[in-house]
């Protein structure tokens, strides 16, 4: 068991989700014990990190949800190093996309398919009869469905019109004993909202990492897109996974506010600090910090930083604690978009209390 300085116990040989701050850009490694899977790989070497921490030797299911560089920048290195195995790598294909990042990542899959170390290659959709098996956790692909996946981006759907790289992203449901406990959803955009609605796909999850960091979702109402976004998903902590300060202007504050008015009891964090919340140019303290590795500690720009969801004996514990989040936001951000939902959202509780569901 480790303790982190917020008195939150996580256990390195427990099981879990870990949502990294990588800054602009996605990365989740699930665990059980030293059994790991990977979503997405942002660019620098933040999931080698937090794998090498966990032990792991070897990723049972790397699955990238698309093209772009902020959620498979890391593939192609973490693909080439040698220092673990992996069993399948799963992603669905991009025509359209020529750029650099995509390319290694194909010339990398090839490489280790050809040489060792990669065991198989697989198109992921909604229709997969397989589950995703990491130890006692599974990796469920809600979107794209088949059409979908075997449309990509590149094409016109039947009935949802032209599609994006973001529109066919893939959403993945984390199951923790057989226990939802998070949804990852990439970069889907209103489009593969509607989609998701019209097969009345089974979104409900404790904890929702917000699809484009919460951004515009492409030409519809952030607010709009939000609102329902989360209505569906009924979650008790909702994630944006951002880079603070600077030119960055994730989460849209429409997207926020909507987000507030359908999950009123909901919390909200943000990996680092958004500009919206806070400008001061000084380091944010990190004592509230979960222990691992988070983008924004160095610079002192985290806000929840990396957040480590573990199944405990009464429900789903959060690291770090959302009472020690609430407090470090009260304390040292300017002016937060989440805090109207933090004060509803947030009871006297004890540091690492199970947030049951």
């Known amino acids: 068991m480790t303790t982190s300085p917020s008195g939150a116990r996580v256990p390195l040989d427990g099981l879990g989700v870990r949502l990294l701050d990588v800054g602009h850009g996605n990365s989740a490694v699930v665990w059980d014990g030293t059994v790991c899977s990977v979503v997405d790989v942002a660019p620098g070497d933040l999931v080698n990190e937090e794998l090498r921490r966990l032990g792991c030797t070897r990723i049972e299911h790397l699955v990238i949800s698309h093209s772009d560089k902020d959620h498979a920048g890391g593939a192609a290195r973490l693909l080439l190093d040698d220092a673990r195995t992996i069993g399948t790598i799963w992603y669905t294909a991009d025509g359209h996309k020529r750029s650099e990042t995509w390319q290694r990542m194909l010339r990398a899959v ?179 910090l979960s222990i691992g590795p988070a983008a924004g500690r160095e610079r002192g720009r985290c806000c929840a930083g990396s957040l480590a969801i573990t199944s405990g004996a009464d429900g789903l514990v959060i690291d770090p604690p959302l009472p020690a989040h609430a407090s470090f936001v009260d304390q040292h951000v300017a002016a937060p978009l989440c805090r109207p939902a933090i004060v509803t959202a947030v009871p006297a509780a004890r540091d690492g209390e199970a947030l049951g569901g």
Not at 191 to 204: G, K, P, V, Y
């Open 110 to 288: 090839e490489f280790r398919l050809r040489t060792g170390g990669l065991d198989d290659q697989q198109n992921i959709h909604s229709g997969m009869k397989r589950r995703l098996h990491n130890g006692r956790a599974w990796l469920e692909c809600v979107h794209p469905d088949v059409v979908m996946a075997g449309t990509g981006p590149t094409g016109r759907h039947p009935t949802a019109g032209t599609l994006t790289a973001n529109t066919v992203s893939v959403v993945v449901k984390v199951h923790l004993d057989d226990v939802p406990a998070a949804l990852l959803t990439a970069d889907i955009d209103a489009i593969a909202l509607a989609e998701l609605e019209r097969r009345d796909a089974d979104l409900t999850a404790p904890v929702l990492v917000f699809p484009h960091h919460g951004g515009r979702p492409g030409r519809a109402n952030p607010g709009e897109f939000a609102y329902r976004m989360t209505q569906l998903v009924a979650p008790k902590l909702i994630v944006f996974s951002i880079q603070g300060g600077g030119r960055a202007s994730n989460p849209h504050p429409d997207v926020v506010a909507a987000v507030r008015r359908a999950a009123p009891d909901a919390h909200i964090a943000c990996t680092q600090v958004s500009r919206h919340c806070h400008t001061r140019l000084e380091p944010l303290p990190a004592g509230h």
